[in-house]
Nanobody
Framework: QVQLVESGGGLVQAGGSLRLSCTFSGRTFTRYTMAWFRQAPGQEREFVAYIGYWSGSTQYADSVKGRFTISRDNAKSMMYLQMNSLKPEDTAVYYC?????????????WGQGTQVTVSS
């Protein structure tokens, strides 16, 4: 069974940076597409960034393009989200996802989430 554990969340001032990490275990990491989603209070969970099997394919939500960078280290079974120029509207619980369809409509596995809070 795939297990996902996020880390790296916290409180940061607007304009600051954070790097989220997702530790993957239980199966062969390179067989899974990965993504980050987020959910703000009172809102639905939304897509943030997607990465294909070998880092050659990435996709971003318009709201984070140019500020966030998704990456993966297949040797370490890790995925990352580098978040720069953070804004208060980036405040949310961030979730790691595995086995993500290309249409982003299907996710096989979720992590438990990590809180990111951006103060103004």
């Amino acid at each position: 069974q795939v297990q996902l554990v996020e880390s790296g969340g916290g409180l940061v001032q607007a304009g600051g940076s954070l790097r989220l990490s997702c530790t993957f275990s239980g199966r062969t990491f390179t067989r899974y597409t990965m993504a980050w989603f987020r959910q703000a209070p009172g809102q639905e969970r939304e897509f943030v960034a997607y990465i294909g099997y070998w880092s050659g394919s990435t996709q971003y939500a318009d709201s984070v393009k140019g500020r966030f960078t998704i990456s993966r280290d297949n040797a370490k079974s890790m995925m990352y989200l580098q978040m720069n120029s953070l804004k208060p509207e980036d405040t949310a619980v961030y979730y790691c996802a595995a086995d993500v369809s290309g249409s982003l409509s299907s996710v096989g596995f979720w992590g438990q989430g990590t809180q990111v809070t951006v103060s103004s």
